[in-house]
């Protein structure tokens, strides 16, 4: 089942999403990516409602672009999460709302530092150190809470990312069985094999 | 026919000039200076009031109460971006009200204070569709926006009534924005500080007004520094009572009679 993770560390942001496109109970894929990448220093993992997902994922890259585009600078991190945020509590309070559920990672090159944003199809946003979505959370926050270290050099918090992807697999009935790692942090984005 | 091409705001003339823009900024350097200083640590704004007189009922800026200065030509755009206006009263008030809606639709939206070369973007694009719809005049108002935001720290922009805007280090608009400017240009150093800025505008600023004396009753003066407990920018501007403590401590104070000129 769909399942993602965050965490800051010293000067980033890793994401992972795994890579499973499910239909009913039946896999159609496995080499999805799932996070997007919404400028060269914003990351957001999705999941939710197939379609939704993609359709809103994209409304969302095309207008923080846009903000780019005429204003000369990208919005900063906390500033998308707003956007994102109103945009879905607009989307609630519709006639078909989006069922998404996302992760927005990004590092902030006005004030340098990481910046992880927890957001829910209710339209909540949560700044966090670190976050999940999907069955995975169940396992993971656990593991987190001992394990986070907001401090962490890029290899340790990969190391805690990497505890939480082997206890799913370890619990979870119906676990992911490949993961897509992206980090941000100031040089840019980039993906990590994990 | 010497007035064919100036009846219409939207009308070239065969010189390729818009002359209604033009008469536009004329009247801007008839009205009340306006002087912006930029400096590492803040920006200072000062203007001069023109509107003045005994009979004047200024008991509105006196007492508390508002944010400060007399509501002529200082006002807080948002809480990181003040304005210094020169030109048409009237005009400027419209403006300064669309600047500060502009900066709460972005708050709203964003919840993030606006940037300030985005705040000046937009009431430039508004100004500019004045000179490209007939019909209509086009605001007769210059602005200076003293302004901070997380992207490029403290920020000093001026625009017309084209709807060209630029950032300047220090710079002047209105009456004898020449003189000032040329001061400016002597004066001006880099990695000047705020008290020195606060310095040298009030130094320029008694050298290009009309009158001899500065005082509370001429003058308006705002302070947009960055407060370091609050994490955010922090926006002064002066009440009449605040301007001449400043100037008795800048040694510009009126003088109280004669006296001291005639010895």
């Known amino acids: ?62 207008n923080i672009r846009l903000y780019q585009i005429r204003n000369l600078y990208p919005l900063r991190p ?19 709302p989006y069922s998404v559920n996302l992760l927005l990672g990004g590092y902030d090159q006005a004030e340098n530092k990481p910046n992880l944003y927890w957001i829910d199809y209710l339209g909540s946003v949560v700044e966090v150190p670190f976050a999940a979505h ?8 656990s593991l987190l809470d001992r394990y986070h270290d907001p401090e962490a050099p890029l290899e340790e918090g990969l190391a805690t990312l990497k505890r939480c992807l082997d206890e799913v697999a370890k619990r979870l009935v119906v676990s992911p069985s490949k993961y897509m790692v992206k980090v941000v942090d100031k040089d840019g984005v980039r993906e990590v094999e994990i | 026919m010497a007035r064919r ?36 640590d803040g920006v200072v704004l000062a203007a001069e009031k023109r509107v003045t007189g005994k009979l004047l009922d200024l008991s509105g800026a006196k007492v508390r109460g508002g944010y400060g200065g007399s509501g002529e030509k200082m006002f807080l755009l948002n809480s990181n971006v003040i304005g210094g206006v020169a030109g048409i009263t009237s005009d400027a008030n419209s403006l300064v009200n669309y600047a500060r809606t502009v900066a709460q639709q972005h708050l709203l939206q964003y919840n993030d204070d606006i940037p300030v070369e985005v705040l000046a973007q937009r009431l430039c694009d508004l100004k500019q569709g004045y000179t490209q719809y007939g ?14 935001d997380p992207h490029y720290q403290f920020q000093l922009y001026h625009s017309d009534p084209s709807g060209n805007y630029s950032g300047w280090k220090a710079t002047c608009i209105g009456a004898n924005n020449g003189t000032a400017q040329s001061l400016l240009k002597q004066e001006y150093k880099d990695d000047i500080s705020v008290e020195q800025a606060i310095s040298l505008v009030l130094r320029v600023m008694s050298k290009t007004m009309d009158s001899p004396t500065l005082g509370s009753e001429k003058l308006e003066f ?30 510009l104070a009126k003088k109280d009679d004669d006296a001291e000129m005639k010895s």
Do not use: C
Request: net charge neutral; hydrophobic share 40%; glycine share 8%.
């Open chain 1, 1 to 62: 089942m769909e399942t993602s993770f965050a965490l800051t560390g010293k000067g980033y942001v890793i994401i992972a999403a795994d890579t499973t496109a499910a239909r009913s109970i039946v896999k159609m894929k496995v080499d999805e990516d799932k996070i997007k990448e919404l400028g060269t220093h914003l990351l957001m993992a999705y999941s939710g409602e197939p379609g939704d997902t993609v359709q809103f994922a994209e409304y969302v890259e095309r």
């Open chain 1, 78 to 96: 906390p500033a998308a999460a707003s956007w994102i945020r109103r945009s879905l509590a607009q989307s609630l309070r519709s006639r078909n």
């Open chain 1, 134 to 141: 999907g069955y995975g959370s169940y396992f993971a926050l």
């Open chain 2, 5 to 40: 091409y100036d009846s219409r705001t939207t009308i070239f003339s065969p010189e390729g000039r818009l002359y209604q823009i033009e008469y536009a900024m004329e009247a801007i350097s008839h009205a009340g200076t306006v002087l912006g200083v930029l400096a590492k």
């Open chain 2, 135 to 148: 019909g209509l005049r086009p605001f007769g108002v210059s602005i200076l926006y003293a302004g901070y």
């Open chain 2, 222 to 251: 705002a302070v947009l520094t960055y407060d370091e407990t609050a994490k955010q920018p922090k926006a002064k501007i002066y009440r009449p009572s605040e301007i001449d403590a400043l100037l008795v401590a800048e040694g």
